[in-house]
């Protein structure tokens, strides 16, 4: 992170500054104790509808500038070819998610068939192969990214243990759960939009460049 000033009621508050990011990063969070989101929605960086807990504008402003790395550096070129790896299996993961969730002809998946269910599974191992070596790439020029593949991991082994809610739930940390906080903390660092993002996935899917 930059040390850089940010719009926080006190930027020496390290517990408000580190649960606002994960605010952010997260997108949501639902279900938490109200003494660990009220401090932020009495700061004016959270809001709360129904069961979810949200950012505010003003939140997402300041972790984007909390997070952004110096524009031009050599440290945002090192991420920026880590994200580009990135991005080609993110579309990976997308398709094992949505394969998981439904069947090829649109029907939702009941998970009574246990060979397809396999392939799912066998996909997401691909995945999982083709992250690793992103991700130890990233945690060279990137501080605390480690902690994504742990996460990962973790939530492989117990989607494995049996606790299907572990691959995609948005409840509980699952893989994709944690790949969403990873690659929202990417366009943050890099200073990217997500229209910029989805321009970029395609171009690298489909060959577009060069």
């Keep these: 992170m930059q040390s850089a000033a940010v719009d926080l009621p006190d930027a020496s508050d390290e517990p408000l500054t580190e649960a606002v990011v994960d605010l952010v990063l997260r997108g949501m969070w639902r279900g938490r104790p109200d003494s660990e989101y009220r401090p932020l929605v009495d700061s004016g960086l959270a809001t709360v509808k129904g069961p979810v807990v949200l950012p505010t504008e003003r939140?997402?402003?300041?972790?984007?500038?909390?997070?952004?790395?110096?524009?031009?550096?050599?440290?945002?070129?090192?991420?920026?070819?880590?994200?580009?790896?990135f991005l080609p299996v993110n579309r990976k993961i997308r398709d094992v998610c949505t394969a998981w969730q439904c069947r090829p002809d649109g029907t939702a998946n009941d998970h009574s068939d246990d060979v397809y269910d396999a392939g799912v599974r066998e996909s997401l191992e691909d995945v999982h192969e083709a992250i690793q070596p992103v991700l130890r790439r990233l945690d060279r020029v990137l501080a605390g990214s480690g902690r994504y593949l742990t996460d990962l991991e973790d939530a492989l082994d117990r989607f494995d243990d049996g606790a299907p809610q572990w691959l995609a739930s948005p409840?509980?940390?699952?893989?994709?759960?944690?790949?969403?906080?990873?690659?929202?903390?990417?366009?943050?660092?890099?200073?990217?939009?997500?229209?910029?993002?989805?321009?970029?996935?395609?171009?690298?899917?489909?060959?577009?460049?060069?």
Excluded: F, N
């Design 59 to 85: 939140a997402k402003a300041a972790v984007a500038q909390l997070l952004r790395v110096p524009a031009g550096s050599e440290q945002e070129e090192r991420i920026t070819a880590a994200y580009e790896a």
């Design 171 to 210: 409840l509980c940390d699952s893989y994709h759960t944690v790949w969403m906080r990873l690659h929202q903390e990417l366009l943050l660092v890099l200073g990217i939009s997500r229209a910029e993002d989805e321009a970029r996935e395609e171009e690298l899917v489909t060959g577009g460049r060069g």
